[in-house]
């Protein structure tokens, strides 16, 4: 009797041990299947709307006429409904009937933050007019804070959009960068971010987990994107890395450096990875000047400037790895 009483006890530590492991794991597949399912359906709905922009009301209000705002209401009724299953939708006065959970999870952290409600509350980089126009460039439309709605999608997943009904199209990026024609405006290439929950109110409500976020970008022909940011980081804000050896490490690790499409999304979603500083740089002015992400292309640095566009350098600033 005594044996069987330690051989029961033995196996009740080694369960108490392995089985949240793998019912992590177990969950951690699961969430990725989903995932890219969710980005296949969503993929497939965009490209069957002829135009993402133009959708609903947005205008700022005066003294004279107060704001209206339909814009993201809009574009999930009259646009994605059309070619997406959906069985409810919500304002962002009632998120929560959607299945999401007033806080959530970032990805760097413990600490739970409020799910963004409007494009400001998202990223308050993406909403105003650009501080500075390079010489030989028009300057990009200002982009007006507009409310979040959400939707169910009848596979089960809750969504939460952010709309720029504005979104314009794709431009011709060149070596010239910022200072060319060209420059690659972020806030106004945005059409629409979707923060997702694959299971609803559930939990764990975790960004990298069982939640995530995707962009449109292009008012047509649109580059849905859908990245996974890790927690590995290279470089610190103030002395920068090597490129060659980010993507070494990267690579070693399974991982690799964002695209134009990835970061720019990382740049969108930096309330929601908690990690507001990845990719800047600080040869280009910081912050300070409008810096917001940089990425490694062909050999060179991209920046990504909310308030100037695209510009090339050599080198790399901090930047992190991504999972495909």
């Known amino acids: 009797m005594a044996e069987i009483l330690l051989s029961l006890t033995i196996i009740g530590v080694v369960a108490a041990i392995t089985l949240p492991s793998l019912t992590g794991n177990i969950n951690e597949r699961t969430w990725n299947t989903q995932r890219k399912a969710l980005y296949s359906r969503l993929s ?31 574009f999930i ?9 959906i069985n409810n939708i919500c304002d962002n006065e009632h998120l929560q009937n959607c299945g999401f959970t007033s806080k ?13 409600k409007n494009l400001e509350e998202l990223s308050s980089r993406l909403v105003g007019s650009a501080r ?37 199209f ?16 972020v806030p106004s290439l945005l059409c629409v971010n979707f923060v997702y929950d694959l299971n609803g109110n559930k939990g764990p409500n975790t960004i990298g987990k069982d939640m995530g976020f995707m962009s449109a970008f292009y008012a047509s022909d649109s580059e849905l994107t859908s990245v996974f940011p890790t927690s590995m980081r290279f470089g610190t804000s103030s002395t920068g890395t090597v490129y060659s050896n980010v993507v070494k490490q990267c690579k070693a690790a399974g991982y ?19 990690d507001t500083d990845i990719g800047m740089d600080v040869g280009g002015g910081g912050p300070a000047n409008g810096m917001g992400s940089s990425t490694i292309m062909n050999g060179q640095r991209m920046g990504i400037r909310y308030d100037w566009g695209t510009w090339w350098g050599t080198g790399a600033s901090l930047i992190g790895c991504v999972q495909r």
Do not use: H
């Not at 609903?56 to 003294?63: I, K, S």
């Not at 804070?145 to 939460?160: D, K, R, Y």
């Open 44 to 74: 497939q709905a965009l490209s069957l709307m002829p135009a993402l922009s133009g959708y609903g009301t947005l205008t700022a209000g005066d003294e004279s006429n107060s704001a209206v705002d339909t814009a993201a209401e809009t």
């Open 170 to 185: 794709k431009p011709i990026i060149g070596t010239s960068g910022v200072w060319g024609e060209n420059a690659y405006w």
């Open 104 to 116: 959530i999870t970032p990805l760097s952290g413990n600490s739970k933050i409020d799910l963004p």
């Open 132 to 168: 500075y126009t390079p010489p030989g460039t028009n300057r990009p439309p200002a982009i007006l804070n507009s409310n979040a709605a959400a939707f169910e999608t009848a596979n089960g997943e809750s969504i939460v959009i952010y709309y720029n009904p504005k979104c314009v």
């Open 77 to 85: 009724t009259a646009g994605l409904s059309k070619v997406l299953k």
């Open 256 to 274: 690799t450096v964002p695209n134009i499409y990835e970061l720019s999304s990382l740049f969108v979603n930096s309330t929601l990875s908690g």
